[in-house]
């Protein structure tokens, strides 16, 4: 059974930077395409970026596009999220995700499972 751990989450400054990892154990890392959520009080969550298996696609939801950038290392079993120049809206519960059923799962929440239990991530103005 896949198990998805998150950490490196915060409390940090506007402008500041952040790097979020995700762990993974139970299957091949390499088999699965991984995605990066968030959820911020009283709203739906939201895709934040994902990433194939082989790290041939990439996609980044608009507004964290040339500040946040996703990555994996298959030998570490490891995905990672590194944000930058963050911006009080960027405050949320960030969840790593994986898709064991497609080479890239994209930004449907919908065909990712497992799910993490998620990191905070709040960004002070």
């Known amino acids: 059974q896949v198990q998805v751990v998150e950490s490196g989450g915060g409390l940090v400054q506007a402008g500041a930077s952040l790097k979020l990892s995700c762990a993974i154990s139970?299957?091949?890392?390499?088999?699965?395409?991984m995605g990066w959520f968030r959820q911020a009080p009283g709203q739906e969550r939201e895709f934040v970026a994902a990433?194939?298996?082989?790290?041939?696609?990439?996609e980044y939801k608009d507004s964290v596009k040339g500040r946040f950038i996703i990555s994996r290392d298959n030998n570490k079993n490891m995905l990672y999220l590194q944000m930058n120049s963050l911006k009080p809206e960027d405050t949320a519960v960030y969840y790593c995700?994986?898709?064991?059923?497609?080479?890239?799962?994209?930004?449907?929440?919908?065909?990712?499972?497992?799910w993490g239990q998620g990191t905070q991530v709040t960004v002070s103005s």
């Open positions: 995700a994986a898709d064991p059923n497609r080479s890239y799962g994209g930004t449907d929440a919908t065909h990712y499972d497992p």
């Open positions: 139970g299957r091949t890392f390499s088999s699965l395409c």
């Open positions: 990433i194939s298996r082989s790290s041939r696609s990439i």
